[in-house]
């Protein structure tokens, strides 16, 4: 079984501050994915970026990166220069394969002027 | 990316109504879409993942019987709650993988209120 820990349930960060959401992971598959997704007010899920378990280097998407620790099974991700619409809720997910992703509890950011 | 669409986006309905919720992938033959519920305030948590052609498969402690699941085509899968009570009220999101294993597409998700 795959499980995923967020243990900040609320985030404050200083607008064009950066911000660290923790993530940390259990799976005993060898292969997986990690995923993380930003949750506006409207719902949708808006995919920010994607650690494969193999990928020797850190993920990085434009202002987001992912710090992953594989041994340590975390995979942070770290907003630079936040953004008053950076505002949102914050999942990270995992998965094997193509199956479903498994979800973390979410991080609420609120980034303040 | 796949494009997937969800209709209708919200809904309010009586209780012991049924409601149909249809996901659609616009541009991607999904073979298999994925149904999530959401509480207030909660997490994403699967309910059951669709297979076109064959039957749905269910996560523990989700009716099958409640949660009836269709995946007649590649690119249409629909989730009909059947005699809805307010406990069923949530946000209902479907997602299809692609062929790369970073790829997940999700749909704008369906908002029922049951009264």
């Known amino acids: 079984a795959q499980k995923i820990t967020q243990t900040q349930p609320g985030m404050f960060v200083q607008e064009k501050e950066a911000v660290t959401l923790d993530c940390t992971y259990d799976?005993?598959?060898?292969?997986?994915?990690l995923f993380w997704y930003k949750q506006p007010s409207s719902g949708e899920m808006i995919f920010l970026i994607y650690?494969?378990?193999?990928?020797?280097q850190n993920a990085t998407e434009g202002r987001y990166s992912l710090n992953f620790q594989k041994a340590r099974k975390s995979a942070n991700l770290v907003i630079s220069a936040s953004q008053l619409g950076d505002s949102a809720m914050y999942f990270c997910a995992m998965s094997s394969g193509r199956r479903a992703l498994t979800f973390g509890s979410g991080t609420r950011l609120q980034v303040q002027p | 990316g796949a494009v997937v669409s969800q209709h209708p986006s919200r809904v309010i309905c009586k209780s012991g109504t049924s409601v149909k919720i249809e996901c659609r992938s616009l541009d991607f033959q999904a073979t298999t879409m994925f149904w999530y519920r959401q509480f207030p305030k909660q997490s994403l948590m699967l309910m059951a993942t669709?297979?076109?052609?064959?039957?749905?498969?269910?996560e523990q402690g989700v009716e099958k019987d409640k949660f009836l699941i269709n995946h007649a085509s590649l690119t249409l899968s629909t989730l009909t709650v059947t005699s809805a009570h307010p406990e069923d009220s949530s946000f209902y999101i479907c997602s299809t993988a692609g062929l790369s294993y970073n790829e997940q597409f999700f749909g704008p998700g369906t908002r029922l209120t049951v009264l």
């Open positions: 650690q494969g378990s193999y990928d020797q």
């Open positions: 669709s297979n076109e052609g064959s039957k749905a498969t269910y």
């Open positions: 799976t005993s598959d060898p292969s997986y994915g």
